[in-house]
């Protein structure tokens, strides 16, 4: 059988059904635990000025983020993610514009954009991701940063001739990584969440990257790295972490 063209997958976020669920998926990063030390690290970096959030989706750090002060807008290509958040209160406060984040561009004078959640690997080819830095480094003023958050590949994690890692194993949700194409850099994350005796699923294809190359890709859009932390409450990046916040420089 021929490999599925998984360049083509449409993101899961485009589908109502998807978008519905959203908010009530089992995933610890919903929970204020979460989300505060997000929204406490983007407020300070974003400071008097406007903060774009890339993939804004339904407002899980926006809301929180423009409700503490700061003045946020978004992108989001996924008209029902975004006719979720403009359901919630606050929403109203949030310039929300339907368009893709590598060519849609709403400001040019931003102190920050952020780019969260492993949203980067939804762009599934080299090329979509430089151009999502260099749309990132279009709306920032100088000394404005740009900052992602996202997963370090774990393929190391894996047994030799194995292609899937589960990445989380909880009673609510059962999520496993299948490292379908090296060349290309492309996995496929398998979610199955259960609620009771029902199971729904929920499959996505995304390009995995590693921080070296999101380095390269920030100073191709004139950007430098200032920070690289293991999380939101500022840990020490090393050889062992799993994931990433990362804050680039406009010089
Ligand atoms: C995992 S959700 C993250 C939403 C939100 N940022 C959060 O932290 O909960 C990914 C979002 O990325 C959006 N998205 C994916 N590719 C996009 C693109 N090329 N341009 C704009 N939005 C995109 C999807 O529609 C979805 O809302």
């Not at 899980?60 to 423009?66: E, G, N, T």
């Not at 002060?69 to 996924?78: L, W, Y």
């Not at 940063?145 to 059962?174: C, K, N």
């Not at 029902?198 to 920070?227: C, H, I, K, N």
Request: charged share 20%; hydrophobic share 40%; net charge negative.
């Amino acid at each position: 059988m021929a490999d599925p063209d998984y360049f083509s997958w449409p993101d899961e976020h485009l589908k109502p059904s998807v978008a519905a669920v959203y908010d009530d998926a089992a995933d610890h990063r919903f929970g204020p635990e979460a989300v505060n030390p997000a929204v406490e690290f983007l407020s300070e970096l974003a400071g008097d000025g406007i903060a774009v959030e890339f993939a804004i989706g339904t407002g899980r750090i926006a809301l929180p983020l423009s409700e503490k002060g700061t003045t946020v807008v978004g992108i989001d290509f996924s008209e029902p993610m975004v006719e979720e958040l403009r359901k919630k209160p606050g929403a109203s406060n949030i310039e929300v514009t339907i368009g893709d984040m590598t060519a849609t561009t709403v400001c040019t004078d931003a102190s920050l954009v952020f780019l969260v959640f492993n949203t980067i690997g939804n762009l599934r080819s080299q090329e979509q991701q430089v151009a999502c830095f260099a749309n990132a480094s279009a709306h920032l003023a100088p000394g404005g940063r740009f900052v992602i958050e996202t997963g370090v590949p774990q393929l190391s994690q894996l047994p030799p001739g194995e292609t899937i890692r589960p990445f989380d194993v909880s009673a609510r949700h059962l999520g496993f990584d299948e490292f379908v194409d090296p060349v290309n850099q492309i996995s496929v994350s398998h979610h199955y969440y259960i609620d009771g005796d029902r199971v729904r699923t929920q499959t996505g294809a995304f390009r995995y990257v590693w921080p070296s190359e999101l380095d390269l890709m920030a100073q191709l859009a004139g950007m430098y790295l200032e920070d690289r932390f293991a999380d939101w409450h500022r840990n020490p990046f090393t050889g062992d972490s799993l994931a990433h916040v990362s804050v680039w420089r406009k010089g």
